[in-house]
Each structure stands twice: as structure tokens, then as C-alpha cells.
């Protein structure tokens, strides 16, 4: 005869951490969360650096800019995920017969390790003369500037989010400079009430802007992605 189950066998597929001497509860928290994360699991299958990949996968499915031949500027690129389905997108491998084959850039504060199809510089973008760096490693304007940067976190919730606006901002006048017209601009932003004069400034340079939750993005993160597209290049602005 058959033993009937209690269905607890399905809820205990879940990974519980224990707690340990010297680790905060947070900390055990967070490694809980990641080991049970599907998109954590995903990205361990299909050979990305992080999860974050899945988030510029889940925009530009939408939002269709990572196209075949496309010049693709990925600021902040540690650890190289966003790079690595850019290189897939724009085919800047050559691996699409007959298609356009792209081109990706991926600047860092830090080294970044090397990524196939990706050219990679230890490059601060605020620099005075980073978007002529840029430009020149490009060997002409982008198509795309991307930005998964987030200021490092001090604990208070409200300093945070100003820290990752003003990034954000310092972001999009960097793609002012850069961006051939009608190129798109996607940064992640922190919900949180001062975004108004970035939206203010996009709206101005662009055809378009959204804001977009997508999926990977945990729900209980009050991070959110601006996606504006057709960027008007205004010499004079």
C-alpha cells in the first residue's frame, strides 16, 4: 500500500541557512535569499555572472535596443553580466551569419575579468576626458549607454537614494556626450521621490522614457530601471 504524504516534502525543498558565530542575521538572510533564488540558479545554468544579467535581458525584450550591430556602453560593467547578453544581442561575435556585427564596451572603477566578444577598460566615467576615451576606443559614437551602478550603501535609506540619483544624472550627461541621435539610455534609479529633475533632464534629450520594474528585479527592492529611447542630440544644450 501506497503511504500517503503530508505535502511537507515540497514547502522543505526550500534551503534554510543556519545562523553562525560571527555572521549577522542579515548576512544569513541575504545567503538564504541567494540560494534560493531562481534567476541566482538561472544564471548559474547559462553561464552569466550574476542575475543582474536577466534584468537587461527582461528590458530589451521589451524594449528591443540591443539589435545586431548596435554600439553598446556599459558603465559600471563589473562583474560583466549586462557585457555578456550585450554580446549575444548585438552579435559582436559574428555568430548571427548575415547580420550586423556589434560592438560592446564595458568601463569599470575596478579590473574587470576579460569577457568574450567585450572589450573592457579600467575607466572612471567622470573623468574629464572619459567620453572622448570612449569615443575613441568606439572608434565613433554608441548606440546604446547602459548603467547597472548602484553608490555604495550607507544603511540610511534616503542618503542612499539621493547617492544613486545623483550617479544616475552624472550617468546621463555622460550619454549626452556619447550617444549618436536616437540612441537609448537605460540606468537603474531607486524609487524614492527624488528622481523628478532626472526624469525632468531625460525628457528634455529624449523621444521617450520609461519606468520599468522587470521581473528579476526582487520585489521587496525599491530599485527601478529608466529606459529612454530616441535621444535628440542638441549641440547647444
Known sequence: MTKKTSGRGQ?????????????????TRWLERQLNDPYVKRAQAE????????KILELDDKYRFLVPGARVVDLGCA??????VAVKRV????????KAVGTVLGVDLQEVEPIAGAETHQLDFMEDDADEKVKAW???????VMSDMAAASSGHKQTDHLRIIALCEAAAYFAFDVLEEGGTFVAKVLAGGAE??????????FAKVANVKPPASRSDSSEKFVVATGFRDLPSA
Open 11 to 27: 514547502r522543505d525543498l526550500r534551503v534554510k541557512v543556519k545562523s553562525a558565530r560571527g555572521r549577522k542575521l542579515s548576512s
Open 47 to 54: 553561464g552569466y555572472r550574476g542575475r543582474a544579467a536577466f
Open 79 to 84: 562583474p560583466g553580466g549586462w557585457c555578456q
Open 91 to 98: 552579435n559582436a561575435l559574428g555568430e548571427k551569419p548575415g
Open 138 to 144: 568606439l572608434g565613433g559614437k554608441a548606440d546604446v
Open 196 to 205: 523628478g529633475e532626472l526624469q525632468k533632464l531625460l525628457k528634455q534629450r
